[in-house]
């Protein structure tokens, strides 16, 4: 079928409760969800990412309708009705066990999600918003997953707590053959997570310990990237004089700057976290390093001091 017949996944609301909770370091807690609805989830794997909505205390979820019309509905309702929405990445699937986890972030009091995962019980109910499969050929198979390397052979991966279970579930699911860096910083040293990587992959976890956030991940990429792009096998022919780059204004804007064609590339970057730090970050790799930004994609995943919405 030609491709511009093609319609974008469905999505829907589905209606989940908590099977399991399970602090795997100080900061990460694995809440594993559980619900007939998920026998229709689309899961896509990499960095797939959800809404969560959260239930208002005292009122619980309001009914919002499946389809396109979803979100629309959801700005239309008076505050009091309008459930806070959070993304949150698919950190695994089991379509069998009609079983998701998503591993959040506890970072206290601040924020509707992370004042429900710090008090959520197993049986506690909870509504995502996700691709539904395919009703028909004419559906695409599902979105909402950025992580496309096409033909690079070199890897870069690099995030902050929030963008860690993403890597780990994109690291999961590389080809054997990959090679590359993966740079994940993490509050403490007890928050080093487990994970799977090809052999030719490096992950370093750094640990902030007290540090301002994304100052030593941003150090150790840099320092990556100027021993890459020198490298022929690296980012060959990235040209800084070429480098075009609209300044973000991240206490207004999101922050999200992700190719959208896929480039015969050797290199591919994938880098997301606290949007300051990613702008940071942008900024030294594209006009300072040199890299093509068309190998790179910047996602901003929260702001500091901002509520999602
Ligand atoms: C595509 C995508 C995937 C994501 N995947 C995950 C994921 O798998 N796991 C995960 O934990 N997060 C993930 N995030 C980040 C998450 O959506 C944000 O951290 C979100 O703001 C948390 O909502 P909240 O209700 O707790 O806080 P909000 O109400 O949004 O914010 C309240 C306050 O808390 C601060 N804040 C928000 N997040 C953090 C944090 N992590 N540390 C310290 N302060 C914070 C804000 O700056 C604000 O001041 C993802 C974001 C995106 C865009």
């Not at 800084?240 to 992700?258: G, H, M, T």
Request: glycine share 8%; charged share 25%; net charge negative.
């Amino acid at each position: 079928m030609p491709y511009s017949y093609l319609v974008a996944a469905r999505y829907r609301v589905f209606s989940v409760r908590v099977a399991a909770v399970s602090a795997l370091t100080p900061s990460f807690v694995r809440v594993t969800l559980t619900g007939d609805a998920l026998a229709d989830f689309s899961a896509v794997g990499l960095d797939q990412r959800i809404k969560v909505v959260l239930p208002i205390p005292g009122h619980g979820f309001t009914d919002l309708p499946d389809g396109d019309d979803w979100y629309g509905a959801w700005r239309a309702l008076p505050d009091a009705e309008r459930n806070p929405l959070r993304t949150y990445t698919v950190r695994s699937f089991r379509p069998d066990a009609r079983e998701l986890d998503i591993d959040f972030v506890a970072h206290g009091d601040t924020g509707p999600a992370s004042r429900w995962v710090s008090s959520c019980r197993v049986g506690d109910e909870l509504r995502i918003v996700g691709p539904a499969v395919p009703s028909s050929p004419a559906e695409l198979p599902s979105g909402a997953a950025e992580f496309a390397p096409g033909s690079a052979t070199r890897i870069l991966l690099a995030g902050d707590e929030t963008a860690a279970p993403a890597i780990c579930a994109i690291l999961e699911a590389l080809d054997v053959a990959t090679v590359g860096h993966v740079f994940i910083e993490v509050p403490t040293d007890a928050d080093r997570l487990p994970v799977t990587a090809p052999a030719g992959v490096e992950v370093r976890w750094i640990a902030r310990n007290g540090a301002s956030h994304g100052v030593r991940m941003t150090d150790q990429v840099c320092a990556w990237a100027s021993e890459a792009v020198s490298v022929p096998a690296g980012v060959a022919g990235a040209s800084r004089a070429a480098v075009e780059l609209a300044d973000v204004d991240v206490d207004e804007q999101v922050l999200w700057d992700v190719p959208t064609v896929a480039e015969e590339r050797p290199v591919y970057a994938w880098i997301a976290g606290e949007a300051g730090c990613v702008k940071e970050l942008r900024r030294h790799l594209v006009r300072g390093v040199g890299l093509d930004r068309r190998q790179v994609a910047f996602m901003g995943y929260w702001r500091h001091g901002k509520a999602e919405h």
